[in-house]
């Protein structure tokens, strides 16, 4: 057999036939209509991921009673009005040869929507983990209602042409609210021990099977641990999953985490490895006797074809691996795994934006297609352009690809001695080596692609006043900012990317002036190196979220590691051994100190800006140089300047 061929060997499931065993589970685009209904937006996404060639498809959340609609722009499958727009869903999967499944979903009170309008419920009055309002007790009715609102809605995706659907018993939603002792506390039949919470999913999985017949696949997705204080264990799950299946699952799609979970285990960030969760995907399977789905971080169909050919699984998804790059399994048949894009786990354009930021929808912060490709131009340009690129980090190098892949003539002019910008630093804190495969990664794609890439050159007005491109993209990134600090010129003080890049030691008693990203992640670098930390914020809340994983992570590495955050605190001067701060009106000396880092942050550098635009030349400021910000706007701002070409 050929390569991968655990991977790329057919299942069978009821009367569904898989082409291979990788899968696109569920993820939530919010990019269907404002009225729940599939359009072209949803369309054209679906269309492009389809065409990975996963042996199935799943859905999004599909929402199958208004009591647990998760908002605007979230699919439905409650009425009959969605049929239509499912139909061109499934038509559209099955049009790129996958089978699709449509995630039967009700949120329970994990509605932010919900709740604001006091309108959303729960198995118990007990607070959202996540949103803190408390949601209204479920009567006996309305779970008679919902549990038969399954039924129906399975009985609607079958009519549109779904080949499965898939129950949504994970992630915190209603029915782990129901299977965990966390928010049900019922004293009827759908409470008490675990078994007992777990008889609203084993009467939604009847209701199902009922409703759509026995021929016809039904996957169950399942949080196989809580992960969260006092949650269910997979071996608490373990010894009922037998009795869970009877009731109607084909498949077990063995997930992780809660609403609530610390760190965003569901889509878990880079210190989780490939496959990190398919042990518990193999303890369910030796209970149960039908198909197990595995998930977690897999990115590359090697590790995923090596799970399944050691039994720990009989199915992998990809999750954010294929927003990252859809074309991943195409690569992977053609033996050409190293042009594949791996996700980073940086949740950036993904979870996190479609969590955090109100009104977005799914895009991915290293893939500039995914969630545009109604934007994305396919078609070469009509006439192709000279195009200067100035710097080569994300932006830059985003913009050259894109622009090389239109036709037009890129050339990226880098003033230090090798291309990738500040991803070079960024990737050396513990766990960001990531960052670093996937810039070297992107400049081999450029470099393929023709572009030329002429390191240690400071572009000058004179010099593009004389190469004359059509076109000047500046993406120079920023340059650091020196906070006015008496003490300054001490021997002890140098700068986070001195000590990222190896030229300046860590020191034993560090104190870092800055607590952003960089600061912060300069901080869990000098950790690892022995140091002790004291971080100087002078904001009052940490720049660093908490509620994004990489944020959550860090803040526990560096507080289990002894590091100390000081918020709302400035540093008045520098001493040879200390440092004095302000601290609400107090003076502090922190002592001994042998060595301060500044990390205070970056400014745009779009100097050459004002030579374009005194000289009419066409011009684009992209990425840090417009503003330091995250990856995400780097990338989307290169891919847009070149697009505009
Ligand atoms: C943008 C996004 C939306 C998601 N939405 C859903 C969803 O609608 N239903 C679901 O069961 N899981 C959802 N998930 C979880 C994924 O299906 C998957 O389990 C998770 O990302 C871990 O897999 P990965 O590491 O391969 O990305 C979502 C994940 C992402 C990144």
Redesign the pocket.
Known sequence: MSRLEHLFAPIRIRNMELANRAVM????TWLSEDDASVGDRLLAYISRQAQSGAGLIIS??ACVHPSGSAGKRHMGAYDDRFIPGLKQFARTIHDAGGKAAL?LHHAGRESFFLLQQGQAVGPSALPSLVFRQTPNEMTPELIEEVIEAFGRAAVRAREAGFDAVEV?G??GYLLTQFLSALSNIRQDRYGGDLEGRATMLIEVLASVRKAVGDDFPVLL?ISAEEFIKDGYMVEDLVPILPKIVAAGADVIHA?IGTHGSPGGI???PQEYEAGFNAWRAQKIKEVVDVPVIA????TDPADADACLARGEADMI?????QLADPDYLIKARAGRTGDIRQ?IACNQG??ER?MFEPGSS?RCAINPETGQERDYPRVKAATPQTVWIVGSGPAGLTAAAEAARLGHRAIILEEADQPGGQIRYAARPPHKEIYGRWIDWLIGQVRDMGVEIKTGTAVTGAMIDEGRPDAVILAAGGTKIVPPLPGLDLPLVCDAWQVLDGRVQAGTDVVVVGGGLIGMETADFLRTKGATVVIIEMLKRSPVAKVTSHGYMLHKRLRDGGCRLMLGAQVERIESDAVVVQVEGETQTLSPVDQVVLAVGMKPRDDLKAHLEAKGIRHFVVGDAAGPRRIIEATEEGARAAWSL
């Open positions: 589970p569920p993820m939530g999004e959340v995630q949504h994970a992630h997705r997930s569901t889509s878990a998930v977690g971080r897999f998804s990809f999750g954010r691996q996700c993904c979870i479609i799914v």
